[in-house]
C-alpha cells in the first residue's frame, strides 16, 4: 500500500520560512515525476511545483516563483518543498502527490502565515 505523509507545517510570519517533507512507504519518488500541492478550503487544489524522476525542478506556478524550491533526496526517498519570503496567500494545506495520476493523497500539512 502506498502512503505518503506530509510534515513540516506551521504557522509563521509573513517573510518567515519553512520546509515542507513529504516521506513515502510502498512508493519510489525517483520513478515518479512529483509534484507539491495546496488546497485553501472552497478553492480548487492547486499544483506549486513538480519536479522529475532526476531530482530537477520542472516547474513552479507563478505566484511562488524564486520564493519556493522542491528537491528530491532519493537516498532518502523524501520530497521537499523549501519556502521563503512566505506570504499570507501562502496559507493552505500542502500536499505531495504523483504527477500527473495524483493517485496518492494523504493528510497534508497546514502552513498559516499570519503576523
Known amino acids: 500500500e502506498v502512503q505518503l505523509v506530509e510534515s513540516g507545517g506551521g504557522e509563521v510570519p509573513p517573510g518567515g520560512s519553512l520546509r515542507l517533507s513529504c516521506a513515502a512507504s510502498g512508493f519510489t519518488f525517483s520513478s515518479y515525476t512529483m509534484g507539491w500541492y495546496r488546497q485553501v478550503p472552497g478553492l480548487a487544489c492547486e499544483r506549486v511545483a513538480r519536479?522529475?524522476?532526476?531530482?530537477?525542478?520542472?516547474d513552479y506556478t507563478d505566484s511562488v516563483k524564486r520564493r519556493f524550491t522542491i528537491s528530491l533526496d532519493s537516498a532518502k526517498n523524501t520530497l521537499y518543498l523549501r519556502m521563503t519570503s512566505l506570504k499570507p496567500e501562502d496559507t493552505a494545506v500542502y500536499y505531495c502527490?504523483?504527477?500527473?495520476?495524483?493517485?496518492?493523497w494523504g493528510q497534508g500539512t497546514q502552513v498559516t502565515v499570519s503576523s
Open positions: 519536479i522529475n524522476t532526476r531530482g530537477s525542478a520542472i
Open positions: 502527490n504523483e504527477y500527473p495520476k495524483e493517485n496518492y
